[in-house]
């Protein structure tokens, strides 16, 4: 069973950044696709970034340029840089791994969750 824990969430003004880390064990870290979600009050969780294996990345459009995701297969981790932050970005962001699929933004896809951590960024 894979275990995700994420960190580095936090309260951030806006045009600030902030890091996220996810810590995996449990698994074979480096055959998984690893994304990044978010989700906001009263919304449903939407994808954020995604890195294969190998280290293609896949951005939704409003993070890209501003954020980028990497991974450290040696350490089972991956981040998320988050740059030029708005209040918008304000979400519980959650860290989850696809053993099976190519890079994808679809939820479905995925097969395992970190519980998730708070992203705040104020005017």
């Known amino acids: 069973q894979v275990q995700l824990v994420e960190s580095g969430g936090g309260l951030v003004q806006a045009g600030g950044s902030l890091r996220l880390s996810c810590a995996a064990s449990?698994?074979?870290?480096?055959?998984?696709?690893m994304g990044w979600f978010r989700q906001a009050p009263g919304k449903e969780r939407e994808f954020v970034a995604a890195i294969s294996r190998y280290g293609g990345t896949y951005y939704t459009a409003s993070v890209k340029g501003r954020f980028t995701i990497s991974r450290d297969n040696a350490k089972n981790t991956v981040a998320l840089q988050m740059n030029s932050l708005k209040p918008e970005d304000t979400a519980v962001y959650y860290c989850a791994a696809d053993e099976t699929s190519g890079l994808t933004d679809s939820r479905a896809y995925y097969d395992y969750w970190g519980q998730g951590t708070q992203v705040t960024v104020s005017s």
């Open positions: 449990g698994g074979t870290f480096n055959t998984y696709v």
